[in-house]
């Protein structure tokens, strides 16, 4: 989950509410979805949220949607535009594997030191979820008075362009820098460069961005410093670059709506590609088509017509009624609503999150629980008995409980853990990715439990030792004869973290919780490349290979920088029979 430094005197500036004290701006908040975490040494609210309201990834978002919980605003709101000056021209060079571009012209902008913050945030924000870390869509903010356009025959005055180029081809002075440097200088040399370099290392060409005087922008890496914004700028470009048009358009989008919010006019900006030519910023309103009684359906209350609208439009929602089918696949014959859905809100993709808005609004604390005019007679499922037993058991041994995200990143899955998905060791296998993850800190189901442990641990290094955790979850792994295409499996993994933490204290731990499901255990040593060579063996529980166990190899330790020895074990929770 993403966490957003707030400071509650912009909120309550934004929100035109001075009275709200910083207690009765939490409980808001709360009923927002936004969960209170604690605060900066600045007295700045660190605030955490969900990843798909991406629209309140800053104090400008946060406010906005505070304003229609108070009834302050209602419906739809679509910021003015003026007329495009600008022009963003894709060259045929621009690398295949990074073609789009979107931007806007940002005019009369008032960017104090908080107003920089939160635009920084914002971007930064923006690309570690919906960006992918840059991967998926980049953001480039350009102070645009450094900006000189290059002429063009025919059309806006002012033009810029996204093309390729050789990496030792030009060179540029890069932000946090006063030496100029090429592209492939930068990846080597430059610390942001290094950390974005694997984005673009496969390239034969480097996007970059010209204008009159020259390279100014390294996509998806760095800026110029020419450009760099501050707090005395007033107009700014906006630039985007990625490997989706949607995806770049929607966080330009959220971008020009946090800069309306402080009283800056969006201008329009015009993109001409090759074959085609976009007018953006992309402020075009969709629409979702909800039946009056699916809603019903599922909120569980009655409602009238004018009540839904009412609670859409303090949703920041606009609908018309009309007599019909219900949309996406239903039929009922009733009233439907035609919902008209703002740009920044990336979340509404069916339905379904129509619905949730209405809830919302309406106040789940609202809702009276019903049972269900069925009667049953529930009983614990084989599994869940199993898994509570080992819990429990675990505890006995003096481990902590945990209950961990199945979520996870490929990085902190594999490569933090010195493993790769071809090796043959346990934990190694084909993992199951998400199609469309909102960050890739949680892009893939992850295939064994102990990277999730291990991260604990990396973020608990202020607290006491020694620290003993163990979890039973869920893992995952591709497997073709699964009618899923998806083996999910149930493991148990523990961790000792202590300064004589020892093959043995582990073997010692899982010997008893082998003894206490009568389960024979035998260790054989083996390699593993998370482990150290000689202090690893397999678990094989009754003559079934299960899992492994061993002393953590200091090169993962030291990149989860954790200063003293840890020992762990992990195994298939059904091998305890």
Known sequence: MAVVD???????????????????????????????????????MQLEFEADRLDRLSV????????????????????????????IEVDPSTPDER????????????????????????????????????????????DLTMLKGQSLAEGADN????????????????????AELTPAEVLTDHPTGETYADLIAEYERYPAIYDDLGLFSFPPVINGRRTEVNTESRELFVE??????????????????????????????????PDHTLDRPDFEISEKTVPHERIERSLGVPLDEHEVVDLLERSGLDAETSDGGGGDG?????????????????????????????????????LEPQYPDVSTVGGRHERSRRERAIRDTLVGLGFEDLLDFHLIGEAENFDRMGLSPDDDAFGAVEPTTIAEPYSQEYGMVRTWALPSLVMVLENNTHRRYPQDLAEVGLAAHVDSEENTNVAEERHVA???????????????RLNALARAFDVELATPAIDHPSFIDGRAASVVLDGEQAGVIGELHPEVLVEHGLELPVAAFEF?????R
């Not at 930064?124 to 980049?138: D, F, N, Q, V």
């Not at 330009?252 to 800056?264: F, K, N, Q, T």
């Not at 523990?494 to 010692?508: F, I, N, P, Q």
């Open 99 to 142: 073609p789009y571009v979107t931007g806007a012209v940002i005019r009369g902008l008032d960017l104090d030191g908080a107003g920089l913050d939160s635009l920084i945030q914002l971007q930064e924000k923006l690309h570690a979820t919906m960006g992918r870390g840059r991967a998926k869509g980049a953001i480039g903010i350009h």
């Open 240 to 273: 985007l670059t990625g490997t989706d048009q949607w995806t770049i358009d929607r966080m330009c989008a959220i971008v020009c709506y946090a800069l309306d919010a402080r009283g800056a006019t969006v201008e329009r900006v015009t993109v001409e590609y």
């Open 572 to 576: 298939r929770a059904d091998a305890l």
């Open 159 to 178: 033009s810029i362009t996204y093309r390729g180029i050789d990496p030792e081809q030009d060179s540029f002075v890069p932000l946090d820098s006063h």
């Open 330 to 366: 239903e039929s009922n014959g009733g009233r439907v609503y035609d919902v008209s859905i703002p740009p920044y809100r990336v979340d509404v993709l069916h339905p379904v999150d129509v619905i949730d808005d209405i809830g919302r609004a309406y106040g789940f604390n609202e």
């Open 60 to 87: 400008e978002g946060i406010a906005r949607s505070l304003r229609y919980q108070y009834g302050d605003d209602r419906g739809v709101y679509v910021p003015r535009t003026n007329d495009a000056d600008w022009t």
């Open 6 to 44: 707030v400071d509650p005197d912009e909120l309550r500036r934004f929100t035109g509410h001075d009275e709200k004290s910083n207690e009765e701006l939490r409980e808001d908040l709360f009923e927002l979805g936004l969960e209170y975490e604690g605060e900066t040494d600045e007295g700045l």
């Open 494 to 508: 523990g961790v000792l973290a202590r300064t004589d933490a020892s093959y043995e204290d582990a073997k010692g």
